[in-house]
């Protein structure tokens, strides 16, 4: 009893002992590595839980989904998958220890939690535990064996041992031979936890009495229930040569490289033979057991008992072979004797360290945060020691940089800020090298591509634009089109183009034109009149559809250009009454070179196309007259004789500059009569009493012209002083109604012309906004009159020039000129 009772304190207190143990252990293992790690045995049915990785890893079953969790394995095939609904690892595939393990005594099965959104990598390892799923086989279901009846008692033959799938307590623990009188069954002990069995002679055979014995040998693993193979061995009994080859060692060991060259030898193995003759000639072969796989790599010469390579070595397919090798004699009966060979493979780096993507690159936005998580990505290399740890190395990429997790893991993150418009693509180039002489290095290119912000905004390819449109043109036609560009793409780079309201003589600018918002094309809303607007301005605005969009302004300068629309129009003298003509009377007395009246025309266009001349189109004599072709003066050719008839006619052709032509025509009639002088020199005395009056009213018109330099040159400072001002800031200088609230009409046009040649002088003044109508200021003087008269006339480009005509009609005596007036337009 106290025996008993101090064995189970002893029993308790060791319980005790591992149980604490037990619990450092997992308090130690959860500090220094916080990997989940499940037990599971294998062969479970598919469906079977596993654990709950939800509350496991902390993680929300809402969470399960909206981060999409899915589970991959280093192994390839898919034996696990997560219920989204509980969160629970569930088998998914029949799982067999022995085809993931063989026969390593750990089966660990690496699996990798992949969560998105943040994107974060957790690490679970499933402990396989071996079941005893496999019996125990042998590789032939009999074995014949020769022993001459001479062979020693205790004699050892060594019998092929039989595998088992399983490890641990479930693989082969122990052997039995059936019943019999001369042989018995003994296990050798071998390194690794190995036993073989050895059949041993236990009395001497007789051939005469048995000449063959046949056993049943019986391998038991140790599990529960417990699993058997067996075996049949036929033994022949031989006589004569009764000994067998012995070798120096029945353990050879050799130790190679797997780098090693063809015909390399690894070991060489030697035995004798007691016996003379042909009983003593030894041939060396390789047992008949032995695997297809090493007879391809290994070669054994029959004679010398030289190993040698004749296939490539893979340290990675296995660090250690282990060959049987049999030397049999030549005698009668064969003899034969048995050694061990066991090949040591030392590594070297000859695997190239790989980079494998745990998940692929996700898109980037350019404003993405510096940290963001792109991939995740992980380095292997089949090599063991320091032939197998693996660096990772950016090559010249300081946008990107590499953040260690854990086991060789990495996550590859931003560094800095991103520009898509640089950069739509980033390629980062990773090289993995390895620690062996020499160090090997593979290298593998992410692409990483960037997504477009709307960061830039919409830019015109002009900052203004300067349009030179005729007048006249037809209504719809297309004035111009804008363009611009955004470095943006998508829908940020989509661009529509508005017009922003403007005033153009106080009526907005839409009433004019119109912009298409896809191309920025502008249309004419009409036609245009160069006489009523010379230049207007159109502000385009170009905005881009991201969120929230941008955009920016360019300016469009319309000038209108002038064309020849308007025929001149005659100004002097005009038809005193439409249906009938007045009489012009001139003595038979004048001389050549005589001035019998001045025709005066204007042209409401500008330019080349307002420059007028004269010329004579019909008349009654036509060696009698002629007219000025610039100034319109009616001059005698000769001197008028006797014979001239007294009734004399003249049709004058006024004619433009422009392209096409416009033309006008006026008719004067004049009277030759005898006696007509006092008029003239009463007229002539008139004109020299007035001469005092027209000195004045020049001296007047001088004054006038003088204060009106004065105010243009200082409204002209004004505005140059403004200018500079804003220049300083915004480095244009650009006359708008906005920028100073004194200058009312900043298009005010100022134009003064005095004409003093020929019998009729007027100073032209015209103003107005190049917005509108043009005004026109004139005053005429007419030495035939009686009287100097000073007139002031406004008209419009579109002035009826029968009011100017009246005018200058009341101002004369009617019985000094008689005119017919009449337009042509020539095309």
């Not at 143990?21 to 598919?46: A, G, N």
């Not at 750990?106 to 699996?111: A, E, I």
């Amino acid at each position: 009893m106290p025996s008993n009772g101090s064995e189970m304190t002893k029993g308790s207190g060791n319980w005790r002992w591992q149980v604490l143990w037990w619990h450092h252990f997992f308090l130690l293992w959860t500090t220094v590595d916080s990997q989940t790690r499940y037990s599971i045995p294998e062969e479970l049915k598919q469906g079977s839980v596993v654990g709950n990785v939800a509350k496991d890893l902390g993680l929300g079953i809402s969470e399960l989904f909206d981060r999409k969790l899915r589970v991959e394995s280093d192994a390839g095939e898919q034996y696990f998958s997560v219920d989204v609904g509980k969160g629970e690892l569930l088998v998914n595939d029949r799982i067999d220890r022995e085809a993931l393990c063989g026969q390593s005594s750990s089966c660990v099965l690496p699996l990798q939690v992949i969560t998105e959104n943040p994107l974060q990598l957790h690490r679970i390892e499933i402990d396989i535990r071996d079941i005893n799923d496999n019996s125990p086989t042998f590789k032939t279901e009999q074995r014949q064996l020769k022993i001459a009846e001479s062979t020693a008692t205790g004699t050892k033959i060594p019998l092929d041992p039989a595998q088992d799938l399983d490890v641990g307590i479930n693989s082969v623990k122990s052997y039995t031979l059936s019943k019999n009188e001369c042989f018995s069954l003994k296990i050798k002990e071998l390194s690794g936890d190995r036993r073989v069995p050895e059949l041993v002679l236990e009395k001497p055979l007789d051939r005469e009495k048995q000449s063959e014995h046949r056993l049943l040998l019986t391998a038991l693993d140790g599990g529960n229930p417990v699993r058997t193979g067996t075996t049949s061995i036929l033994i022949n009994v031989l006589d004569n040569n009764d000994n067998i080859p012995v070798f120096k060692s029945a353990v050879y060991n050799a130790t190679v490289y797997e780098n090693s060259a063809l015909g390399a030898v690894v070991a060489k193995v030697e035995a004798t033979d007691a016996d003379e003759g042909v009983n003593g000639e030894i041939k060396y072969s390789f047992a008949e057991d032995t695997p297809l796989s090493l007879l391809s790599v290994f070669q054994l010469n029959p004679v010398t008992g030289e190993m040698s390579l004749i296939g490539p070595l893979d340290y990675e397919g296995g660090s250690m072979h282990e060959i049987a090798i049999t030397a049999k004699d030549k005698g009668v009966p064969e003899m034969e004797g048995h050694c061990r060979v066991q090949v040591h493979v030392v590594d070297v780096n000859d695997n190239v360290p790989e980079i494998v993507l745990t998940s692929n690159p996700n898109p980037i936005p350019e404003d993405a945060p510096k940290g963001t998580v792109v991939a995740l990505l992980k380095a292997k290399d089949l090599d063991s020691g320091d032939n197998g740890k693996v660096t990772l190395q950016l090559s010249n990429s300081q946008l990107f940089m590499l953040k260690p997790s854990f086991s060789n893991n990495y996550a590859l993150v931003t560094n800095g800020v991103l520009d898509r418009e640089r950069f739509l693509e980033y390629n980062i180039e990773i090289t993995a090298t390895d620690s062996g002489s020499p160090p090997l290095s593979s290298k593998k290119t992410i692409p990483v591509t960037v997504t477009d912000v709307n960061d830039n905004p919409p830019v015109f390819s002009q900052s203004s634009y300067n349009v030179y449109l005729k007048e006249n043109g037809v209504a719809g036609s297309i004035l111009f089109s804008v363009s611009a560009s955004d470095l943006d793409s998508g829908e940020n780079a989509k661009i529509s183009y508005s017009i922003l309201d403007s005033k153009v003589q106080e009526v907005s600018v839409s009433s004019y034109v119109y912009i298409n918002s896809d191309n920025g094309s502008i249309y004419s809303m009409h036609s245009f009149d160069y006489e009523k607007l010379k230049v207007f301005e159109i502000q385009v605005q170009a905005k881009d559809q991201g969120s929230p969009s941008l955009s920016s302004n360019t300016t469009v300068h319309v000038f209108i250009l002038d064309q020849n629309d308007n025929a001149p129009s005659v100004i002097y003298p005009s038809s005193a009454a439409l249906g009938s003509l007045s009489h012009q009377r001139m003595p038979r007395s004048a001389k050549a070179g005589h001035l019998v009246t001045k025709v005066t025309a204007v042209d409401a266009d500008s330019g080349h196309n307002a420059w007028i001349s004269y010329k004579v189109a019909e008349a009654t004599d036509a060696s009698l007259f002629t007219v000025n072709q610039y100034t319109g003066e009616v001059r005698t050719k000769r001197s008028v004789s006797e014979h001239d008839d007294s009734s004399q006619r003249l049709l004058i052709e006024i004619r433009d500059d422009g392209e096409p032509v416009q033309s006008a025509t006026v008719t004067v009639s004049i009277l030759l009569e005898d006696g007509l002088h006092e008029p003239i020199l009463d007229l002539r005395h008139k004109v020299s009493e007035s001469s005092k009056k027209s000195d004045r009213l020049a001296l007047y018109l001088i004054l006038s012209l003088a204060s009106v330099s004065v105010l243009s040159l200082v409204t002209f400072l004004i505005l140059a002083v403004k200018c500079m001002r804003s220049s300083r800031s915004s480095g244009a200088c650009c006359m708008r109604r906005s920028d100073c609230e004194d200058y009312k009409n900043p298009n005010r046009n100022l134009q003064i012309q005095l004409n003093t040649d020929g019998p009729i002088k007027y100073v032209e003044v015209l103003g107005g906004d190049m917005m509108s109508q043009s005004q026109s200021f004139r005053s005429c003087m007419s030495p035939m009159s009686e009287y100097s008269d000073f007139t002031l006339i406004k008209p419009s480009s579109t002035t009826d020039f029968k009011e100017v005509i009246s005018v200058l009609d009341a101002s004369l005596p009617d019985s000094t000129w008689t005119f017919e007036s009449q337009q042509v337009s020539r095309q």
